[in-house]
């Protein structure tokens, strides 16, 4: 009911403050932000809204109309936020300005009728900067939409080199060397669904080559499942995976050989 919809009221689901890390692919700037979020219960769509900053190299040219960064984060277990930020202008005047397109999405292990949802986010940034390595940024997003996984997985994995001395690979030892995601499509894995993986990684080693530790596994809303292997190189993460299934009406096959989209 509308006279529901008011602070601490029944129809709102209030998210407790979480610290997210902002990301920059240009490598100029970097920082941190804090996030808020709302939405109406049992609804597929919500708002976010968060404040921070950080530091930027201030004796290298300040971002131009082009300038672009990724933010993203662990939004629990399995489940992430990824978005990319792309400036409206140049950094000029002390503020920049910019806008936000990305995605979160979840994966729920335990249900057999709930895999997760995929959700679409837009929205805008505004900041300051003050010429001396600092700046400082203000953003708020819709959801726009939410659409339920017809298929998901997750994996965990690890990064390694060939060492050519010995002529083998070699696993890393670090332990804070990790790697792991989720993979999720919201049509058909039988139709041939394009599908998104989403994760987190630490390669303090930074060797060249990943792959998962014991098998990417999955199902389907209509009782399905899929196992596999994924592993690529380090540079831009892109890589491959190759999996088994089997259907609901049970016959066996083997998914295509796909390129992981990376969003």
């Known amino acids: ?20 890390t902002l990301l920059i692919s240009n490598d100029t700037f970097s920082g941190t932000v804090r996030m808020n979020g709302v939405e109406i219960q049992d609804q597929n769509w919500d708002i976010l809204w968060f404040t921070g900053g950080g530091t930027y190299d201030e004796y290298k040219p300040l971002p131009s109309d082009n300038w672009h960064a ?41 249900s057999e009728t709930y895999l997760g949802g995929l959700t679409i986010d837009e929205g805008d940034v505004v900041g300051t900067y003050d010429g001396e390595g600092n700046w400082q940024i203000l953003g708020m997003d819709a959801g726009v939409s939410q659409v339920d996984l017809q298929f998901g997985g997750r994996f965990d994995g690890d990064f390694s080199y060939f060492d ?12 804070s060397s990790h790697l792991s995601g989720i993979l999720g499509g919201t049509e058909s894995l039988w139709a041939g669904s394009p599908y998104i993986v989403m994760g987190e990684f630490n390669n303090p080693d930074n ?16 009782g399905g499942s899929f196992l596999g292997v994924i592993g690529g190189i380090n540079n831009s993460l892109k890589g491959f995976l190759y999996a088994l299934y089997i259907r609901p009406d049970s016959p066996r096959d083997i998914l295509p050989e796909t390129c992981i989209q990376i969003i």
Do not use: C
């Open 207 to 222: 060797y060249k080559l990943w792959t998962e530790d014991n098998f990417l596994q999955g199902r389907t809303v209509d």
């Open 1 to 20: 009911m509308p006279s529901e919809l008011y602070v601490d009221g029944p129809a709102l689901d209030l998210d407790e403050d979480e610290e997210h």
């Open 70 to 110: 990724v933010m993203g984060s662990p939004w629990g277990e399995d489940s992430y936020l990824i978005w990319h930020i792309d400036g409206d202008s140049s950094w000029s005047g002390g503020e920049f300005q910019g806008t936000i397109n990305g995605k979160d999405m979840d994966y729920n292990s335990y």
């Open 164 to 175: 050519t001395g010995p002529g083998e690979m070699v696993d890393s030892d670090n332990p």
